[in-house]
């Protein structure tokens, strides 16, 4: 069994104008709720550095993995881009600069494997929550936006996935109106 563990420190962290570059994803499963509508189930929002050796979705598929243990499907399309002051708010440099700012590119993640073990496991809870309990525990509002997008997103999915399906039925009809037809070989054309 191979040990995980998390990455740790700032000597590899991007930066951008001083803003700390981070990476992450919303995890989500897809089921039905009988009692409700709803039909995602969403963790909580995962977060984390964006490291100099990796891309920024490596880094959202990695801080998944490590702070919530779940791998899965990122959608290479970002949520969006959000700047935020981070909970551990200051970092002061040789020049008595501080700067807490951080820019987080944001992901969904549709998640096909939870670990048993995982790197923060004995710091982070892993939960599943609806997106009704999700909007309502986020802390911060750069995270209800990023949750906001990610419903956005799905029903915009969705959509395209239901005309999708019309069109399959669509042209499934005219297939079976095609097999009642004949071949006229004189003027090569369907007749009725």
């Known amino acids: 069994m191979s040990v995980l563990s998390s990455r740790t420190g700032r000597d590899r962290q991007r930066y951008d104008n001083n803003l700390r570059l981070v990476s992450g994803c919303i995890p989500y499963r897809m089921i039905k709720d009988e009692s409700s509508e709803e039909d995602t189930s969403v963790d909580f929002v995962n977060k984390g550095g964006w490291e100099d050796d990796e891309t920024v979705l490596e880094a959202a598929s990695r801080e998944a993995m490590e702070e919530a243990g779940v791998k899965g499907l990122l ?26 700012g951080c820019k987080g590119y944001m992901f969904a993640l549709e998640v096909t494997e939870e670990l048993q073990e995982w790197p923060e496991r004995e710091n982070r809870e892993r939960k599943w929550l609806n997106v009704k309990e999700a909007l309502e525990l986020c802390r911060y509002e750069w995270m209800q936006r990023a949750l906001e997008e990610f419903l956005r997103a799905m029903q915009e999915e969705e959509e395209e996935e239901r005309k999708l399906r019309t069109e399959e039925e ?15 070989p004189c003027y090569c054309f369907v007749v009725n």
């Open 75 to 100: 959608r290479e399309v970002p949520l969006g881009v959000w700047e935020f002051r981070s909970k551990s708010s200051s970092r002061c440099n040789v020049e008595d600069e501080c700067s807490g």
């Open 170 to 184: 669509t042209v499934q009809n005219d297939s079976s109106k095609l097999e009642e037809c004949h071949t006229d």
